[in-house]
Antibody
Framework: EVQLLESGGGLAQPGGSLRLSCGASGFTFSSFSSFAMSWVRQAPGKGLEWVSSITTSGDGTFYADSVKGRFTISRDNSKNTLYLQMNSLRAEDTAVYYC??????????????WGLGARVTVSA | QSALTQPRSVSGSPGQSVTISCTGTSSDVGGYIYVSWYQQYPGKAPKLVIYDVYKRPSGVPDRFSGSKSGNTASLTVSGLQAEDEADYFCCSYAGTYTWVFGGGTKLTVL
C-alpha cells in the first residue's frame, strides 16, 4: 500500500522559509512517477485548503492564489520524493501540511492517499 | 477559488440516515464529475470515502453514497454507526489542476 511521509515542518519567523519533503513508498503496480501529487493544508481548527499540485514529470505546477509567488512545488522521481519550498512565510500559513497522491480516474480527480502531515508554525 | 459551502454540523441517531450538502458553482461542482468526499477524525489525516461524485474506494462501506445535482453535491451516510462520527469535507476539481474544498461538516451520532 502507498505510504507518504512528510518531514521538514517546524517553526519559522514571518518572512522566513521552510522546505517540506514527502517520501513515497509502497507503489506495487505502478511507480511514483505515474502520479500527479499535491499539497493540502489545514490551519488549526479550520477546513482543508488545496495548496499546490504537480504533474507526473514535474513540468506542470499549479498553485492556490494564497501561495502563488511564494511557494514552489517540485519532485524528484528518482528519489520518490515531493517537495514544497515555502518562502516569505506569513502567520496565516500556519497549518498542518499534507502531501497527497492524486487519483487518476478519467481525469485527475481526487486525493486517494494522504501523509500524516507536517506541522508548520509561523510566529515571531 | 472560493470554498464550497457545507453545513457546519449534522446529526442523527444510530441506524438513521444523514445527508451532507456541498454547494459550489458551475466552475467547480457543476462543471465536473470530480467531486470527492473525505472523512477526518480529530488529529488524523483525511480519508477518501467518495470520488467522482458517487464511486467508493475499496474498503469503504456501501453505507456511504454520493450524488450531485447541478451545483450541489451530497454525501449520504445510511445506517449510522458510532464510528461515523467525524468531520466530512467535500472537494471539487476546478479546472487546470486546481481543487477547492468545502469548509467541513461535523457529523454527530446521537
Amino acid at each position: 500500500e502507498v505510504q507518504l511521509l512528510e518531514s521538514g515542518g517546524g517553526l519559522a519567523q514571518p518572512g522566513g522559509s521552510l522546505r517540506l519533503s514527502c517520501g513515497a513508498s509502497g507503489f506495487t503496480f505502478s511507480s511514483f512517477s505515474s502520479f500527479a501529487m499535491s499539497w493540502v493544508r489545514q490551519a488549526p481548527g479550520k477546513g482543508l485548503e488545496w495548496v499546490s499540485s504537480i504533474t507526473t514529470s514535474g513540468d506542470g505546477t499549479f498553485y492556490a492564489d494564497s501561495v502563488k509567488g511564494r511557494f514552489t512545488i517540485s519532485r524528484d522521481n528518482s528519489k520518490n520524493t515531493l517537495y514544497l519550498q515555502m518562502n516569505s512565510l506569513r502567520a496565516e500559513d500556519t497549518a498542518v501540511y499534507y502531501c497527497a497522491k492524486t487519483l487518476y480516474s478519467s481525469g485527475w480527480s481526487s486525493f486517494d492517499y494522504w501523509g500524516l502531515g507536517a506541522r508548520v508554525t509561523v510566529s515571531a | 477559488q472560493s470554498a464550497l459551502t457545507q453545513p457546519r454540523s449534522v446529526s442523527g441517531s444510530p441506524g438513521q440516515s444523514v445527508t451532507i450538502s456541498c454547494t459550489g458553482t458551475s466552475s467547480d461542482v457543476g462543471g465536473y464529475i470530480y467531486v470527492s468526499w473525505y472523512q477526518q477524525y480529530p488529529g488524523k489525516a483525511p480519508k477518501l470515502v467518495i470520488y467522482d461524485v458517487y464511486k467508493r474506494p475499496s474498503g469503504v462501506p456501501d453505507r456511504f453514497s454520493g450524488s450531485k445535482s447541478g451545483n450541489t453535491a451530497s454525501l449520504t451516510v445510511s445506517g449510522l454507526q458510532a464510528e461515523d462520527e467525524a468531520d466530512y469535507f467535500c472537494c471539487s476539481y476546478a479546472g487546470t489542476y486546481t481543487w477547492v474544498f468545502g469548509g467541513g461538516t461535523k457529523l454527530t451520532v446521537l
